[in-house]
């Protein structure tokens, strides 16, 4: 996408006539395959990072390297929490539901014990 190409408004309040100007000239990419929420009464923070296979085989422990931390107000925490549900619902729609619980592939990283979302 050209760095200055406007891009199609997000769902939800916004100011009549805004256009965003997304430049992505400078974006530096990662991976995550783990993260860990952690806030303070005004903010929300996220370490996103993969975990590492255990020193030891058979040890339970696990570690995470962290690459990246974003801080984000808690407005702007709930925004990203609806959108990005509100993606995963139209991808499931067009492919299947996710099974989060799916076991590993052979090889891979022990991930970090996520608990199951709550019921709706």
Do not use: W
């Not at 805004?18 to 990662?30: G, I, P």
């Not at 923070?45 to 962290?66: C, D, K, W, Y």
């Not at 808690?74 to 993606?87: D, E, F, H, M």
């Not at 492919?95 to 090889?107: L, R, S």
């Amino acid at each position: 996408m050209p760095d200055d190409a406007p891009q199609p408004p997000p769902h939800g309040p916004q100011r009549q006539g805004a256009v965003l100007r997304v430049h992505e000239r400078d974006t530096k990419t990662s991976y995550a395959n783990v993260f860990l929420l952690s806030s303070t009464r005004e903010e929300m923070i996220i370490n996103f990072g993969l975990t590492l296979p255990p020193a030891q085989r058979g040890s339970r422990e696990a570690h995470m390297l962290v690459s990246d931390r974003i801080i984000m107000s808690l407005p702007a925490a709930k925004r990203l929490a609806i959108a990005l549900s509100q993606a995963i619902q139209r991808y499931e729609n067009a492919f299947g539901v996710i099974d989060i619980h799916q076991p590993p592939p052979p090889g891979s990283a022990p991930s970090a014990d996520v608990p199951p979302p709550p019921e709706q």
